[in-house]
């Protein structure tokens, strides 16, 4: 199985630390840009632009690909939406000049649009009956309303920043985007590809979440289970020789401050709290 992955950008590094988390170590291969092996011999990385990776997937020079929701739909490629990774969240504005007189989807009629998107605008003005310009522009998309090359534009925001430096206000929600696992539909029922999405999604599971191990008197232990705000209930295991029983449980990271007090008010000790690289649930 081929894996396409960003080969550089501020998705490369958290793609790679999500594949070194779920077990699929590459081969001294992130320096190459091209290819890596992993520990897996049937498991290839592939390194390519993230607007490729859709191309690269829909043409079979790999199974699967992990790029943002925005890549694909641009490049209008049918593609299965295996897993949501959650993480380069941003949004595909549609944005006007501040000053300017439109204020809402139905003013950009006639008007001339800018964007490094123009499949999803088009799209998305055609699915509202709009009749706009789309111009493809490949850069600084933010400035073509102030030098009179559009009326508006869409362009992707992530925290707005740099929208309101420009004079810029969001007119409307074009797209919310975050980082995916894609794949072709003729793929996705293969084993290897079932078991990276269960891999990945353990690791996803076991984002902020702790393992809590304590030791507690036998007589004390439906308070240590009141006490404990667990994803299901603990698990209770005696301990040879005495009335003392080991408790292990999987808590939510917030309430790992608070729940550790009140073990050791309830007569819990030898308490431990350890990250969890993976849970599979």
């Given at each position: ?21 779920a ?39 790999a ?11 641009e ?148 308070e ?14 005696d ?20 729940v550790?007090?009140?073990l ?18």
């Amino acid at each position: 199985m081929r894996i396409a992955v960003p080969n550089k950008g501020r998705l490369h590094e958290p793609t790679i630390d999500l594949l070194e988390r779920a077990g699929l170590h590459l081969d001294n291969g992130a320096e190459r840009k091209l290819y890596a092996g992993t520990v897996d011999p049937d498991v290839t990385v592939l390194f390519a632009r993230a607007a490729d990776i859709p191309e690269y997937v829909r043409d079979g020079a790999a199974e699967v690909g992990i790029t943002g929701l925005d890549q694909v739909r641009e490049s209008g490629h049918e593609l299965e939406d295996l897993l949501d990774l959650e993480y380069g969240k941003c949004r595909l504005v549609l944005a006007a000049p501040e000053d300017g007189d439109i204020h809402s989807v139905e003013d950009v009629a006639g008007k001339v649009v800018a964007t490094e998107f123009p499949h999803i605008a088009r799209t998305y003005f055609d699915e509202r009956g709009i009749d706009a310009e789309v111009v493809e522009v490949t850069g600084a998309t933010e400035l073509t309303p102030h030098v009179e090359m559009a009326d508006a534009i869409i362009d992707i925001t992530s925290t707005g920043t740099t929208l309101r430096v420009n004079r810029l206000a969001v007119v409307d929600d074009v797209l919310s985007s975050s980082v995916r696992l894609f794949a072709r539909p003729d793929v996705v029922d293969d084993p290897k590809v079932q078991q990276l999405v269960m891999a990945l999604e353990s690791v996803r599971s076991a984002e902020g979440k702790r393992y809590l191990m304590m030791n507690a008197p036998r007589e004390k232990l439906d308070e240590v289970r009141e006490v404990i705000p667990g994803l299901g209930g603990p698990t209770v295991m005696d301990v040879a020789g005495n009335d003392t029983v080991a408790v292990h449980a999987v808590v939510n990271e917030r309430d790992v401050f608070e729940v550790v007090s009140d073990l050791k008010n309830v007569g819990a000790s030898g308490i431990l709290v350890t990250e969890i690289e993976r849970l599979v649930e």
